[in-house]
């Protein structure tokens, strides 16, 4: 069980029979009253957020929540292809329960599947990835006084805005927090 002194941001916890992860938090003491804590909370299953109040002190379940060490393989009509490396047996997902992390998935990449009461529901994926760049246009000389940037079209169809220096080829490391561009990667 979880206190509500145990929040922090991230948090997984069971509440109303769903799994939910914190988004946000705020204990708060008013001058009458007791203490209590308004959070924003995220359902791992339906994506909905919302916010609700707890007393202070009040418990919440565990999620019986289990993270499996994956491999992405490919994309077909079934959906997302994952190899579990431990029994190589493959898990399907659709493209609603990989969300937003198919900006990032490239082939061969090592990502935890987040299952709740056996059954997959979501993507842990790691902080940053490489993908190289498929399509830039060529910056223009002079325009680097102002920090100027411009797109890039990555291996995964995923656009991002980058530096002008940034060439067709290259490989650049992406945060899959925020989608922003971090550094160019020497090979």
Known sequence: MYST????????????????????????????????????????????????TFRSGEKLGVPDLEEKHVQYLYLDAEGFCF??????????????????AKSYMKENLDVYLLMYKGRPIGLDLPTTV????????????????????????????????VPLFINEGDVLKIDTRTGAYIERVRE
């Open 130 to 161: 490489n993908l190289k760049v498929t399509q830039s246009d060529p910056g223009i000389k002079g325009d680097t006084a102002t920090g100027a940037t411009k797109p890039a079209k990555l291996e995964t169809g995923y656009s991002v805005q």
């Open 83 to 100: 190899m579990d490396n431990e029994t190589y047996e493959q898990i399907f997902l659709t493209a609603d329960q990989v969300g937003d």
């Open 5 to 52: 002194s145990d929040f922090r941001k991230g948090l997984k916890i069971e509440f109303k029979g769903d799994p939910y992860i914190i988004v946000d938090f705020l204990h708060v003491k008013p001058g009458k009253g007791g203490a209590f804590v308004r959070t924003k909370i995220k359902n791992l299953i339906t994506g909905r957020v919302l916010e609700e």
